[in-house]
């Protein structure tokens, strides 16, 4: 049974940075390409980031490009999201998702796998 669980979110002022983990299991994680959504409450999912399986290529949105890294370790079979710089409106709940695909997608259709989500909120 594959799990992709999220972990790392919290309540931060703007400016500041936060460090999501997305810990996978039941699956070879050096096969998948990894991505990263969120979703704001009234708003669709939307992509931020997408690491390839063989972490050479990264893609970022345009809204996070330069703030947010995404990374992941092969030994520890987790995926990471370092985020800095904070606005308000990165203020929603982040999702780690999966696929079997060489190369990620901005849409969400793609993916495999998903966690459940961690809360991201950021204050003014």
């Known amino acids: 049974q594959v799990q992709l669980v999220e972990s790392g979110g919290g309540l931060v002022q703007a400016g500041g940075s936060l460090r999501l983990s997305c810990a996978a299991s039941g699956l070879t994680f050096s096969d998948y390409t990894f991505s990263w959504f969120r979703q704001s409450p009234g708003k669709e999912r939307e992509f931020v980031a997408t690491?390839?399986?063989?972490?050479?290529?990264?893609s970022y949105a345009d809204s996070v490009q330069g703030r947010f890294t995404i990374t992941r370790d092969v030994a520890r079979n987790t995926l990471y999201l370092q985020m800095s710089s904070l606005k308000p409106e990165d203020t929603a709940i982040y999702y780690c998702?999966?696929?079997?695909?060489?190369?990620?997608?901005?849409?969400?259709?793609?993916?495999?796998?998903w966690g459940q989500g961690t809360q991201v909120t950021v204050s003014s």
């Open positions: 998702a999966a696929t079997s695909s060489y190369e990620g997608s901005i849409n969400d259709l793609w993916y495999d796998y």
């Open positions: 690491i390839s399986w063989s972490g050479g290529g990264t």
